[in-house]
């Protein structure tokens, strides 16, 4: 049963890297191109997983995050940031805005899936401090 990422990225170099090394591992990719498509997909296609660029067109990586987390159908969904090697300031951001963690750019080849794959087997419920057995979740 392959596992599911959504892919939100801008640039189309960008998407088709990613696409292509994961697809090459067996996963199977949903792609957006803005945040705003990139929710309305996350919602509809039950991602095992989200890769969020950061630096996207109308609303932020960040705002998308935020947006996600408030989505309780999303709020278990690790969400892996990609941000750029200049912009040091937005891994910090991206996990206040409840990223699960961040990958830097550019893309690297060798190690991407890998680390995809890591951020995939951690329970992001985890890390957080509601107890175990809280009420009124739906299944
Ligand atoms: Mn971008």
Redesign the pocket.
Known sequence: MGRRILVI???EQNLYLMKYLLEASGYDVVQARDGKEGIAAARTERPDLILL?I??PTMSGHEVARALRTDPGLSAVPIVAVTSYAMPGDREEAVDAGCTGYLEKPIDPDTFVAEVAGYMQQDPRRSEAAPAGHEGETE
């Open positions: 990225e801008d640039q660029d630096q996207l």
